[in-house]
């Protein structure tokens, strides 16, 4: 083992395969390509996905770069990032993400765009305008606290000027789109 090795890989698989099922789910669900039968499978693979995640926060704190490696630490990133069905669960994630990053286990990056998602979660205006509606005409940004220093706020994290980043986001849309997708209203996240 090198000082780069995860101490537990074992750790750093599950999560990289439950962040890709997960990220696979929600490309169908966004398109409208499930039934209610695979909806409530979906929901329940998220709920599932969650309560693992639970268990490693309450095991190891937030798992960082030093204990999965990073590409698993996105993977976790990601999977607290989507458990909208659960706010306590994403508020300590989101603290816990936060200590990570002031250890050098994590990026800051990540720590903002959950930030961001729990309080869009639970209506309030957003830091970092990471989060977006996606809607039948394209993409709206949530609700940001003071606009007018919004790109500073994104430059102290490591992000790109909102304007950049939307128009990133638009393009992505536009390539994903596919003739005769349906259009659903969907938190989303902006870089």
Same mark, same amino acid.
């Given at each position: 083992?090198?000082?780069? #090795?995860?101490?537990?890989?074992? !750790?750093?698989?599950?999560?990289?395969? $439950? %962040? =890709?099922? &997960?990220? +696979?789910?929600? *490309?169908?669900?966004?398109?409208?390509?499930?039934?209610?039968?695979?909806?409530?499978?979906?929901?329940?693979?998220?709920?599932?996905?969650?309560?693992?995640?639970?268990?490693?926060?309450?095991?190891? #704190?937030?798992?960082?770069?030093? !204990?999965?490696?990073?590409?698993?630490? $996105? %993977? =976790?990133? &990601?999977? +607290?990032?989507? *458990?909208?069905?659960?706010?306590?669960?994403?508020?300590?994630?989101?603290?816990?993400?936060?200590?990570?990053?002031?250890?050098?286990?994590?990026?800051?990056?990540?720590?903002?765009?959950?930030?961001?998602?729990?309080?869009?979660?639970?209506?309030?205006?957003?830091?970092?305008?990471?989060?977006?509606?996606?809607? +039948?005409?394209?993409?709206?940004?949530?609700?940001?606290?003071?606009?007018?220093?919004?790109?500073?706020?994104?430059?102290?994290?490591?992000?790109?000027?909102?304007?950049?980043?939307?128009?990133?986001?638009?393009?992505?849309?536009?390539?994903?789109?596919?003739?005769?997708?349906?259009?659903?209203?969907?938190?989303?996240?902006?870089?």
């Amino acid at each position: 083992m090198t000082a780069s #090795d995860p101490l537990r890989p074992d !750790l750093a698989r599950e999560l990289i395969v $439950r %962040a =890709a099922q &997960s990220a +696979a789910r929600r *490309a169908k669900r966004v398109r409208n390509h499930l039934d209610a039968v695979q909806l409530g499978q979906d929901r329940h693979a998220d709920h599932a996905d969650t309560k693992i995640m639970r268990r490693i926060l309450a095991e190891h #704190d937030w798992p960082g770069y030093r !204990l999965i490696g990073p590409d698993a630490a $996105r %993977a =976790a990133w &990601s999977l +607290a990032l989507h *458990a909208d069905g659960d706010a306590d669960f994403q508020r300590a994630a989101t603290t816990l993400l936060e200590r990570a990053v002031q250890d050098g286990d994590a990026r800051i990056q990540h720590w903002a765009h959950l930030y961001d998602r729990t309080l869009a979660n639970s209506g309030r205006p957003q830091e970092f305008g990471t989060q977006q509606v996606l809607i +039948a005409t394209g993409v709206e940004l949530c609700p940001v606290r003071a606009p007018d220093s919004l790109d500073q706020r994104r430059a102290s994290v490591g992000l790109s000027p909102i304007a950049a980043a939307l128009e990133t986001v638009r393009r992505r849309l536009t390539q994903d789109h596919q003739p005769g997708d349906s259009s659903t209203v969907v938190l989303a996240q902006v870089a």
